[in-house]
Every structure is written in structure tokens, then in C-alpha cells.
């Protein structure tokens, strides 16, 4: 009887896991022509064909806020490559600070922008933040800055 249970069981959870693995058919699928792996096994590579990401800016300095002051910024930059650029993430180096960047590919001579958002709750003093921007380019981090200096709200 317990062998019965347990095939019983086996089968049922393997037919769960069947099912959950089976992708979305409805999902809006990326060519793999976008990402473009720009080294191969031999070594040789044609970084000529690659997209390349070029920021306005790679630096924000917000100057003096206030401690539990919230700002933003946007860091613009262009594809000035031959082929699609497609962020994969863009990580921050702290939790204090999200990004939001664009998902979809970008086309060469197109613009996108990198958003920034800088929480300066319980911090203090000269901050320094990097943002890491992984993306189909050689090399595949680009790194952007924010700096502040948070000042603590005056008592009186």
C-alpha cells in the first residue's frame, strides 16, 4: 500500500514539474541575431560589427541634499554601433539606489536612457554610488557614477 502511495505521489509531482516547464508560447521573443557574442572560442572576434553604448555622462554629482531626501537623474546615451544594443542589467552598488533602463533592443543611431533614483535615507556625509550597465558591447560593463553629500536637516 505505501509503494502505491508513493508511485501515487512521484507521478503527480512529476507531471507538475512537466507542466511548469513548459514555456509561454504568448512571450515576445528576442532574436538572437541582437545579442552578439563578440569573442569567440578561436579568440577572434569582429568588435567592428558590435554595438557600442556612449553615454552623455558617465557621472551625477547631486551636489548637497537633505538626509531623507529622494532624487533621480537620467544618464542619456546613444547606440553608436553597427548592430542592436540590448541591455541585459544595470546593478547598483548599493540598495539605497535602483535603476530603470530600457528593456527592449536599441537600434544603431537610436537613444536610450539609464534612470537613476537615490533614496538618502539613513545616510550621511560624502556618498559615492556605482552603477554597473551589462550589455551586448565589448566590454560588456560600462560603469556610471552618482555622488551627493548628505547633510543632516538643521535642528532649530
Given at each position: ?156
Amino acid at each position: 500500500m505505501k509503494n502505491k502511495i508513493s508511485i501515487f505521489l512521484f507521478s503527480i509531482v512529476a507531471v507538475a514539474m512537466f507542466f511548469s516547464c513548459q514555456g509561454r508560447q504568448d512571450e515576445k521573443e528576442i532574436s538572437t541575431e541582437v545579442v552578439m557574442n563578440p569573442a569567440s572560442a578561436s579568440g577572434n572576434s569582429d568588435s567592428t560589427r558590435l554595438p557600442v553604448i556612449t553615454f552623455e555622462e558617465n557621472t551625477h554629482d547631486f551636489g548637497k541634499i537633505l538626509q531623507g531626501e529622494k532624487v533621480s537623474c537620467s544618464f542619456s546615451f546613444k547606440n553608436t554601433g553597427k548592430t542592436a544594443l540590448l541591455i541585459s542589467n544595470v546593478s547598483t552598488s548599493c540598495g539605497c539606489t535602483v535603476a530603470d533602463f530600457p528593456r527592449n533592443p536599441i537600434l544603431p543611431g537610436e537613444d536610450g536612457i539609464v534612470k537613476i533614483a537615490f533614496n538618502s535615507e539613513g545616510r550621511k556625509g560624502y556618498q559615492n554610488k556605482g552603477i554597473a550597465v551589462i550589455a551586448n558591447t565589448q566590454p560588456n560593463v560600462t560603469n556610471l557614477k552618482i555622488k551627493a553629500e548628505v547633510v543632516l536637516p538643521d535642528p532649530s
